[in-house]
T-cell receptor, first 115, second 113 residues
Framework: GAVVSQHPSRVICKSGTSVKIECRSLDFQATTMFWYRQFPKQSLMLMATSNEGSKATYEQGVEKDKFLINHASLTLSTLTVTSAHPEDSSFYIC???????????FGSGTQLSVL | SQQGEEDPQALSIQEGENATMNCSYKTSINNLQWYRQNSGRGLVHLILIRSNEREKHSGRLRVTLDTSKKSSSLLITASRAADTASYFC?????????????FGAGTQVVVTP
């Protein structure tokens, strides 16, 4: 079946550095991908919708300059957490959909720890 | 923003027992999906029920959907220790929201041998 690959699975970084997370659809083209964040023992919160070839759409309260999303090709979206701080430590997970009304596929997630 | 609530927040049962959890949502939906998440891991898609369906089965899973009450339930029959996980419902909304999911708060299920 279709697979979405997310990399890295775990990253530890120092406060102030930037971290890039990749989300790839391996066997289908995804014009739309989604990024979620999950704090410990909480639910997944949608951060933004990543649209191939255009700007991402951010949910209310998500800083677009803090969380840079690039969807430069039909199989790759990246999320860059800029100038990371300890409060950005979280589990980030992406999803991709081949097209409207089709099955959604999730990546395996990235655990970000900012020291 | 979170779509709805899940009930209960936590559930502790013994192997062989059934586990039932409920999910409520607020807006109109195209479908409702249930996912499982083991601690610190990715999501596993369990079942999808469309807005025009009332009940769906998959192995030991039974899902119901009541759109008039904006609620859904997930029943896991004959539970196993391996069913220990957090379970989330997620709704997919209108025509412009394909793939965009709103998750419930989740139910943490612990199945003891």
């Amino acid at each position: 079946g279709a697979v979405v690959s997310q990399h890295p699975s775990r990253v530890i970084c120092k406060s102030g550095t930037s971290v890039k997370i990749e989300c790839r659809s391996l066997d289908f083209q995804a014009t739309t991908m989604f990024w979620y964040r999950q704090f410990p023992k909480q639910s997944l919160m949608l951060m933004a919708t990543s649209n191939e070839g255009s700007k991402a759409t951010y949910e209310q309260g998500v800083e677009k300059d803090k969380f840079l999303i690039n969807h430069a090709s039909l199989t790759l979206s990246t999320l860059t957490v800029t100038s990371a701080h300890p409060e950005d430590s979280s589990f980030y997970i992406c999803s991709a959909i081949p097209g409207p009304n089709e099955k959604l596929f999730f990546g395996s997630g990235t655990q970000l720890s900012v020291l | 923003s979170q779509q709805g609530e899940e009930d209960p927040q936590a559930l502790s049962i013994q192997e062989g027992e059934n586990a039932t959890m409920n999910c409520s949502y607020k807006t109109s939906i195209n479908n409702l999906q249930w996912y499982r998440q083991n601690s610190g891991r990715g999501l596993v898609h369990l079942i999808l029920i469309r807005s025009n369906e009332r009940e769906k089965h998959s192995g030991r899973l039974r899902v119901t959907l009541d759109t008039s009450k904006k609620s859904s339930s997930l029943l896991i029959t004959a539970s196993r220790a391996a069913d220990t996980a957090s379970y989330f419902c997620a709704t997919e909304g209108g025509q412009d929201s394909w793939g965009k999911l709103q998750f419930g708060a989740g139910t943490q299920v612990v199945v003891t041998p």
